[in-house]
C-alpha cells in the first residue's frame, strides 16, 4: 500500500486512515470482514477500495469489484489502471459490453491475483475467479440482497466491502 500512498499525489484523510486500520484488523480476523463504508460523493471511498483490494491481492486472493452501471464500472477501470497497474497489479473490466472472446482470451486470466471490475456481468456463470478473497460493491443500494449473495459465493467466505454515498439508517 505504500508505494500506491506515495504516487496518489495526496495524502489520506485521518478518517480514511483510521477505516484502513480497522480493515486491516478485521481482514487479519478469523471471520470474514462485513463492513458497510459510508460517505458523501469525493470522500475518497475508492481510495479505501484500492488500499483494501491491494490488502487482498498482497495475500494472493483476487478480488472483484461491482459497480451498478458500465458508465461507472469504466470510471472505476480506468482509475484502478492508473493507480494499481505500475504497482504490477492486474486488473481486469468485465461488462455486458465486453465480448465474451475478448475475456476469454485474455492471457493468465487467472495466474496472478487479479482486481475484476464489472457491473452484473460479475454474476454471470461464465465468470468464476478462483481464490476470491475480496468483494467490493459499489452503490451497493442499486443491487439486491440475492445480487450481493451470488457474488459473494463465487468465493470461499471471502471479506465484503459495500460502499455507499447514500445513508442507509436501517442498515446502519
Known amino acids: 500500500i505504500k508505494p500506491l500512498l ?3 499525489g495526496f495524502k489520506l484523510t485521518e478518517a480514511q486512515t483510521k477505516v484502513l486500520r480497522e480493515i486491516r484488523r478485521d481482514m487479519a ?3 470474514p ?3 458497510l463504508l459510508q460517505g458523501d460523493v469525493g470522500s475518497g471511498k475508492t481510495v ?15 478480488a ?5 452501471t458500465e458508465i461507472l464500472a469504466a470510471q ?18 468485465r461488462t455486458g459490453g465486453t465480448r ?15 482486481l475484476f471490475i464489472g457491473t452484473h456481468a460479475l454474476l454471470q456463470e461464465s465468470f468464476s475467479p478462483e481464490k476470491l478473497g475480496l468483494v467490493i460493491i459499489d452503490e451497493q443500494h442499486k443491487f439486491g440482497v440475492a ?9 470461499t467466505y471471502p471479506h465484503l466491502l459495500v460502499m455507499t454515498a447514500t445513508p442507509i439508517p436501517r442498515t446502519l
Open 33 to 35: 470482514m462485513r463492513r
Open 100 to 114: 465474451r472472446s475478448e475475456a476469454a482470451a485474455t492471457p493468465g486470466l487467472f495466474a496472478a491475483p487479479t
Open 29 to 31: 480476523g478469523p471471520l
Open 147 to 155: 445480487q450481493r449473495e451470488e457474488l459473494l459465493r463465487k468465493g
Open 76 to 93: 472505476h477501470d480506468r482509475t484502478f489502471r492508473r493507480w494499481l497497474e505500475p504497482l504490477g497489479v492486474r486488473v481486469e473490466l
Open 6 to 8: 506515495a504516487a496518489l
Open 48 to 62: 479505501v477500495a484500492a488500499c483494501t483490494a491491494l490488502m487482498a491481492l498482497e495475500s494472493g486472493t483476487n
Open 64 to 68: 472483484a469489484l461491482m459497480a451498478p
